[in-house]
């Protein structure tokens, strides 16, 4: 039997044996070189409580090459993109070890959500946000549980249905009074929010910038 | 010595014996309306030296040359440390091939040397995770993000014993942790014994060496910073000598990459390198362009100095890059002008290029003009020839930025225009060369010429591509020369050039008639002559322009003076 081809079987295999750690492997179609895997967001992270879907690819020269691995659920985290859910991970560049499995790679994803590194950022306006106001950070990832992962929410009361409407000045991590400050000088909402949110328009922050050249940005 | 632009002997036979390239006389009409400017002299002195002021002392040297280089390298170590070779091969590359560094390293702590170079266990006791190349963030002040990490089981054995060599051995109950495949038998370890089959072994070397051209084999357990010496791999390796041949040329290519004074060939599958100390160093490249070639082949020309594959003499390496950068970022608004065809500026009737000769006739209403500038062909063969020439518009008073733009483009686009034209005239000529050859053919049967003397069209043709490659780099010189006496004389050497260079391209796409052959011949062989010349001039003074500093930029330039 071809050798990538028994190991990825045994892997299923021994991840579905074992239900303590809760991370799941499954395939996309019958193709097994081609899987998605799951894992519950860590406690006491603003990740608790959602659930975390994993594109996995697995290249020709596996277990020699590291596996391919993007999120499919969207994240808010310093070191994962938040429009393509691709990763900056070392495991999954040159520290890559033949003897990591899937099941491993995905239990250092869930080691990742408990500690970003915004100083080797993968999406740069979120690091930047980390960086300025941890609190508020903190806030948008846990809205962006709830929105895209099933997460419970600020209050922890409940769910939105699944046609909710999205919060885009929440989705962005903004401060409401921000956004209706620029709204009121005649500017469209989402051009607002879109300008803010690349200009790091946030906590302490906020201070550094001029409101003539946020206003310049909108003008643009 | 071997250089593009040198002529060597033997192809002095393509001429008459008193065709001697150094003293040529101008005896027939057409060489002696031109006046021959100051810097002849010049020319004859420099060119009588061994090496002319526009290239550069450089060896070539094959893979077993450096190989031999390396081996002296790890004798010398191993010598001294009382180490194996492989060992001392590891130390050094570990070290980048800084001899006295790694001995002044070793001397003072051998064995953190050893650890960090992967030849050597990490002391048992206080073990601190091996620091990972690749990851500041594992650095102590960040978080570990791979803390959660599951290490497979049966490799949390602790290491025993420092061995050398690979350990082989037979065992019925291990079952190889990377492919699971009970019916493996042989299985291989590094000094750390870290355990896994044989099979595995190979297919990460290969994997390593093939998909990623790396030569540094790290042990496959997670963390482990043991590395594969040379024995290990060949061994490792078996049967599949094309990876073990693969591999030594990956480790001669660090070893180059990292010794200033040698360069690899970056031409495809050629495994030569040029040793060129005097182009070693970054300052040595404002006062030389190091165009060099790997001896493997003619036409393997390359810049020591940078990353461009092709002789850009006489614009020394900085400007060529920015210029090269330039036409980049400038890529579309000047695409245009590489087309094939344009309209007649009297008639509008489309007109192709086919030919590298920029001398063009309308095959409707019969006007002759200049492909480069449009303008009436007339104008081009007298003395005040000056296509190459930007006049710069008293634009003083172009005040607002649209003009201003608008001025800078129209600037640019006279530059590119004759750089984009020379390069693809010269690819033009180069398909002439299939023409020239039934042409030579042609002359045989026509003539009482010998085939040795019918070379004198190849010659013309080869010497048309590579002036007109100086040419095309003169454009890009021309585009950062500030305005002044310096640069006008370097367009009027320039415009000579090219003049030269036009005539002869004409001359060499003329029709045949076996009755003036012999005068055609004459005619192509002195003109190919005095092209050579001019293109000696152009390349020797711009040269010397270097070793004076005269040549002033009109924006910053690395290494330069300020503009
Ligand atoms: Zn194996
Ligand atoms: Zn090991
Ligand atoms: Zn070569
Ligand atoms: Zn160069
Ligand atoms: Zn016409
Ligand atoms: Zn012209």
């Known amino acids: 039997m071809d050798a990538r081809l028994r190991r990825v079987n045994k892997e299923i295999a021994d991840c579905k044996s074992d239900k303590s750690s809760r991370v799941t492997i499954d395939l996309v179609d019958d193709n097994p070189f081609h899987l998605i ?47 393509s859910g691709a990763i900056c991970l070392d495991i999954l560049k040159d520290a890559w070890s033949p003897v990591l499995t899937l ?32 609190s508020s950070f903190e806030k948008t990832a846990r809205y962006w549980t709830m929105i895209y992962a099933g997460g419970p929410g600020e209050d922890g009361a409940g769910r939105p249905g699944k046609d909710a409407a999205k919060d885009e000045i929440a989705m962005a991590g903004l401060d409401r009074a921000h956004v209706a400050q620029f709204e009121a000088l005649g500017f469209d909402r989402s051009k607002v929010i879109d300008v803010l949110r690349r200009m790091n328009y946030r906590g302490a922050n906020v201070a550094n910038i001029n409101d003539d050249r946020v206003v310049e940005e909108l003008l643009k | 010595m071997s250089s593009d632009y040198e002529i060597s002997d033997d192809e002095n036979e393509y001429y008459d014996e008193e065709d001697d390239e150094m003293e040529v006389d101008y005896d027939d009409g057409s060489a002696s309306e031109i ?3 100051a810097f002849g002299d010049d020319f004859k002195v420099a060119v009588r030296s061994e090496r002319k002021l526009y290239e550069v002392d450089y060896t070539s040297l094959s893979q077993p040359e450096i190989e031999k280089i390396m081996q002296t390298d790890v004798d010398h170590i191993s010598g001294i440390f009382g180490v194996e070779p492989a060992v001392a091969a590891q130390l050094l590359r570990h070290m980048n091939w800084n001899k006295e560094r790694l001995i002044e390293k070793y001397m003072d702590n051998a064995s953190s040397v050893a650890v960090a170079a992967g030849v050597e266990l990490p002391p048992r006791e206080p073990t601190p995770p091996p620091p990972k190349a690749s990851s500041s963030r594992l650095s102590s002040t960040g978080p570990q ?14 290491p025993k014993s420092k061995r050398t060599t690979p350990l082989v051995e037979e065992s019925k109950e291990f079952v190889c942790p990377i492919c699971f495949d009970d019916t493996q038998t042989e299985f291989m370890s590094l000094i750390c014994e870290h355990k896994f089959c044989a099979s595995c072994w190979k297919e990460y070397i290969t994997s390593k060496v093939r998909t990623e051209a790396e030569c540094k ?19 490792a390796l078996g049967d599949d000598r094309e990876t073990w041949t693969r ?56 810049c020591f100095g940078c990353p461009i594959d092709t002789d850009h003499r006489p614009v020394v390496c900085a400007v060529a890059k920015m210029w090269l950068q330039k036409c980049r970022d400038d890529s579309e608004t000047a695409n245009w002008i590489k087309s094939n065809t344009k309209e007649c500026s009297k008639c509008q009737s489309t007109i ?29 063969g007298t003395s005040w020839y000056s296509c190459n020439r930007y006049e710069e518009k008293n634009s003083v008073d172009a005040r607002d930025a649209q003009t201003k733009s608008r001025a800078s483009l129209e600037r640019y686009l006279h530059y590119y225009n004759r750089w984009a034209n020379h390069e693809q005239s010269a690819k033009l000529s180069m398909e002439l060369y299939t023409k020239t050859e039934k042409k030579m053919e042609e002359m045989q049967v026509t003539s009482e010429l010998t085939w040795i003397q019918v070379q004198f069209m190849k010659k013309a043709v080869d010497v048309v591509f590579r002036c007109r490659m100086t040419l095309k780099w003169t454009y890009a010189m021309a585009y950062y020369l500030a305005s002044g006496n310096e640069k006008e004389l370097f367009e009027d050497n320039q ?15 003329a029709p045949i008639d076996p009755e003036t052959i012999m005068t055609l011949r004459q005619k192509v062989t002195d003109k190919t002559v005095y092209v050579q010349k001019r293109n000696e001039i152009m390349l020797e003074d711009t040269a010397k322009g270097y070793l004076e500093g005269r040549w002033k930029w009109n924006v910053t330039v690395e290494g330069f003076d300020s503009a």
């Not at chain 1, 915004?118 to 930047?128: F, G, N, T």
């Not at chain 2, 803390?147 to 602790?158: F, G, I, V």
């Open chain 1, 37 to 83: 895997g799951a894992f519950d967001g860590p406690e006491d992270t603003p990740y608790e409580g959602g659930r975390f879907q994993v594109d996995i690819v697995i290249p020709d020269n596996y277990p020699f090459q590291p596996v391919k691995m993007k999120f499919i659920t969207k994240v808010y985290h310093p070191n994962i993109s938040s429009a």
């Open chain 1, 103 to 134: 099941k491993s790679t995905l239990i250092s994803l869930q080691s990742l959500l408990c500690s970003p590194e915004p100083r080797d950022p993968q999406d740069a306006e979120v690091a930047k946000h980390y960086m300025t106001s941890k």
């Open chain 2, 495 to 509: 415009r000579d050039l090219e003049r030269a260079v036009e005539e002869l391209s004409e001359l060499i796409e």
């Open chain 2, 145 to 158: 993000r791979t803390t959660r990490r599951t290490t497979a089981e049966n490799l949390k054995s602790s």
């Open chain 2, 247 to 302: 591999y030594q040329e990956l480790l001669v290519r660090q070893f180059v990459s990292c010794i200033p004074h040698l360069k690899f060939c970056p031409y495809p599958s050629c495994t030569h390198t040029v040793s060129c100390p005097s182009a070693a160093t970054k300052s040595s490249l404002i006062t030389m362009v190091p165009i060099v070639t790997c001896g493997a082949s003619n036409t393997h020309v390359f």
């Open chain 2, 217 to 235: 084999i790290a042990c496959m357990a997670e963390d482990c910073n043991i590395v594969a010496l040379d024995p290990f791999v060949e061994k």
């Open chain 2, 352 to 380: 192709e290029k086919n030919g590298g000769c920029n001398h063009m006739t309308c095959k409707k209403c019969k006007y002759e003009f200049c492909w480069v500038c449009m303008g009436p062909w007339t104008e081009h």
């Open chain 2, 35 to 37: 006046e021959v400017d």
